[in-house]
């Protein structure tokens, strides 16, 4: 039989009065939670067995001093399994480094299952958990992201069980890998997290069972491996592994490869995400020539391989199943307004995927966060690609949050560097069987980042049939198939180089508060904020265009900052209640859809002073009215080399100073004939920025950037361009900090 059934051990009363605890936000999913539904799948979409029994629903708690006992009485109940601090918990309290948080519930055996090893499965808990049942200390688990289990067979009795859950969690006190929780969440740190987060369940086994099937698609000889990993005795013991309907199959020996070849292989791609089902019968053959089955698993790979190599120009790409893949989607933190890190079901979680994809982007960054494994299979089935972070880990107060300008990495004890190194392994273990997976994010922007190079290598070891972006943004060390760059707004990239590729692995950030969707009315941000939809929809799109001569100029992927607002920032593309998406999805996909096609070709009209100086007129005096126009006597401006600023401006190449509030520009040049592909500007400006044609205004832009960008010319600055001369004119204005300005002209195509 089929347990799954959630089985509640409390009065039926009380699960019929439960509701979630107040908070600043809901989501249309909230009303839907209920002690008797919550998180019904089973959660293991890729080690399914038929019998389980969900654990999931009220549980007693109690929060108690961390040098106190177990608790005698018990503060209420909350629902698992979702943490004490969210809404959906129906408690929404704070848990102090101080404290532990107890968990407690009982539950009985099916008789169906009399005779089996009985296992207790435990999703996620943040983050050290201490298992009791009926009084036995049985494990302690330390790790926040990863699923741990434990065999409860020798502690259990008839009829009612016991299982106690003592959990401590040190959040930014401590070193452990916490992601954004930190005790006073503020900007881009978050509320913390305690305890339980995902789905706890029971499942019967015999002694000797499948522990984890691990299938490795190899497209260029046409095959799938299979490794079984086998608890208990394994004398006799053989599996039948069978890839979907006559696909393929053969006989697997417990941890022994068997390679199995796929005939005319369908590969997994984000268009035609293609998936083999895979059943695994274990049994062993006695003396007596008697077959006894052991275990049946379901599973199921992709036959799709992840690499890096040069195009047909020599440029080093991100490559999917041999063949170049312009990679773009959003930086994607995983957090909900009424469950915190956890979704308030599988239906929520997967809503965000579905709108992504109608939003145009193949891939997603995992950001700071491993989400339960129903997400991943979701994006398995529809075709998502997912570069997964590991979630960061550093002490308030310590050396550990390394700047970009260090040279040295952060102070670590032997112990943090081991609890780290095996969290870091059970997140590849956990995770490496889906194929949506296409790279490991061990470190990002120098949040506790530690042994750099030596992880980023031991990660590259570990799994070989994937890349490794380290460190992501920030401090660089030199190692890693990816140079990933973080800039804000952008976009930008690193220049390409022949051992590494050129991402971008966060950039955007643009910004608008949605009144009735917010977590706090006052205090929100983003790294630009508009008061419009209209303001936001035009400087997002000026971003895609400018994404394009970069992936010319040989750009792999782009990671867009972010899917949704999050507690008070509010550069998500959707509000963090999903209830309102901030674009037309359509419009998206369309400007999406042009960054997927062939690289283009960036030919340069006008240099900008990037490698070589370019010679400018230059004044800091207001000038005459009609400054601009071609046939502006411009005699008694100041001659000097490009680009203009002050010494430390982010991106900036300073060869003549400029320091006072406004600058005019203007530079002569020849065309043989008016370009008929499209024509940009390349420029850097620090700030705002009037860009001329021939006496036509050709670009206006605000704010600043960090590095040189692209930025169309409007349809009457290409129209002004004509055969022979032309001028180039610009005025530019600062109001604080740094300041800078250079303009070139390039044809795109």
Not at 210 to 235: M, S
Not at 305 to 318: E, F, P, Q
Not at 394 to 409: E, H, L, S, Y
Request: proline content about 7%; aromatic content about 10%.
């Amino acid at each position: 039989l089929v347990a799954v059934a959630i089985a509640l051990h409390s009065a039926t009363l009380t699960a019929q009065e439960w509701k979630p605890a107040a908070g600043p936000l809901q989501t249309e999913w909230t009303k839907s939670v209920t002690p008797f539904t919550v998180w019904p799948e089973h959660p293991r979409p890729l080690h399914k067995r038929s019998r389980w029994q969900n654990l999931n629903g009220l549980w007693d708690y109690a929060i108690t001093p961390r040098n106190a006992p177990r608790p005698e009485k018990w503060d209420g109940q909350i629902l698992v399994p979702f943490c004490v601090e969210s809404a959906l918990s129906g408690v929404g309290r704070r848990v102090s480094p101080t404290e532990h948080l107890w968990y407690k519930r009982t539950f009985e055996v099916p008789a169906a299952w009399a005779g089996k090893r009985i296992i207790l499965n435990f999703g996620a808990v943040d983050w050290e958990a201490t298992v009791f049942v009926n009084g036995k200390e049985l494990v302690t688990h330390r790790g926040g992201s990863d699923p741990f289990s434990v065999d409860i067979t020798d502690a259990l009795r008839a009829g009612a069980n016991e299982i106690v859950i003592r959990v401590w969690d040190p959040t930014d006190t401590g070193s452990q890998p916490r992601g954004k929780q930190v005790m006073s969440p503020e900007g881009i740190w978050y509320t913390p997290v305690t305890g339980i987060w995902q789905t706890v369940w029971l499942e019967p086994v015999r002694e000797t069972h499948v522990a984890r099937v691990r299938l490795t698609p190899d497209i260029d000889r046409g095959e799938v491996e299979c490794v079984l990993d086998v608890v208990g005795p394994t004398a006799g013991v053989k599996a039948k592994v069978v890839v979907g309907n006559s696909v393929a199959d053969g006989l697997a020996e417990p941890g022994r490869p068997l390679r199995l070849k796929v005939p005319d292989a369908k590969l997994w791609t984000p268009d035609g995400p293609h998936l083999y089902p895979v059943e695994v019968v274990m049994y062993r053959d006695t003396a007596e020539g008697e077959r006894q089955h052991r275990d049946t698993v379901h599973s199921y790979f992709a036959m799709r391989k992840v690499s890096a190599a040069k195009d047909a120009n020599g440029v080093l790409r991100l490559m999917l199943n041999n063949q170049p893949l312009f990679q773009y989607g959003p930086l994607d933190q995983g957090w909900w307004p009424d469950g915190l890190l956890t979704p308030p079901s599988a239906d929520a979680m997967r809503y965000d995927i579905d709108v992504l994809k109608r939003m145009g982007f193949n891939m997603l960054r995992k950001h700071i966060k491993v989400e339960p494994a129903l997400l991943y299979h979701h994006c398995d089935k529809v075709g998502m690609l997912v570069w997964q972070d590991m979630p960061s880990g550093m002490a308030k107060g310590r050396k550990q949050f390394v700047q970009p300008d260090w040279k040295q990495d952060g102070e670590f004890t032997a112990a943090e560097k081991t609890q780290f190194r095996t969290e870091l392994k059970a997140m590849i273990d956990h995770l490496r069987v889906f194929p949506s997976i296409y790279c490991w994010v061990p470190f990002n922007e120098g949040w506790g980042q530690h042994d750099t190079n030596d992880i980023l290598k031991w990660v590259k070891e570990y799994d070989p049939s994937r890349l490794v972006n380290g460190p992501s943004g920030w401090t660089d060390r030199g190692y890693g198939d990816m140079h990933d760059a973080h800039i804000y707004p952008g976009p930008g990239m690193f220049p390409v180089s022949p051992a590494r590729v050129s991402v971008l692995g966060e950039f955007g950030g643009l910004g608008l508060p949605v009144a009735g969707h917010l977590w706090k009315d006052q205090g929100n941000w983003g790294y630009r904020t508009y008061k419009t939809r209209d303001e936001l929809r035009d400087n997002y799109r000026q971003l895609v265009t400018r994404l394009r001569p970069l992936i010319g100029r040989g750009l792999a992927a782009a990671v867009y900052t972010q899917t949704t607002d999050v507690e008070v920032e509010v550069n998500g593309l959707m509000t963090y209640d999903r209830e309102v998406i901030k674009f037309e999805v359509a419009e998206l996909a369309a400007w999406h859809k042009g960054l997927y096609g062939p690289p283009p070709v960036v030919t340069e009209l006008i240099p900008t002073s990037e490698k070589t100086a370019q010679t400018w007129k230059y004044t800091l005096t207001r000038p005459a009215d009609g400054w601009e126009k071609a046939d502006f006597d411009a005699a008694g401006w100041t001659a000097a080399p490009g680009g203009f600023g002050t010494k430390g401006t982010p991106g900036g190449v300073i060869r003549t100073e400029w320091k006072t509030a406004d600058i005019w520009l203007r530079r002569e040049f020849e065309l043989k004939a008016v370009p008929a592909a499209e024509v940009q500007f390349r420029i850097h400006h620090d700030e705002d920025a009037d860009v001329y044609v021939n006496g036509v205004l050709a670009a206006r832009v605000a704010g600043y950037t960090t590095g040189y960008v692209e930025v169309p010319l409007t349809d009457a600055g290409k129209a002004a361009l004509r055969p022979g001369r032309n001028v180039l004119a610009v005025r530019c204005r600062q109001t604080g900090g740094g300041q800078y300005i250079d303009v070139g002209l390039v044809e795109v195509k």
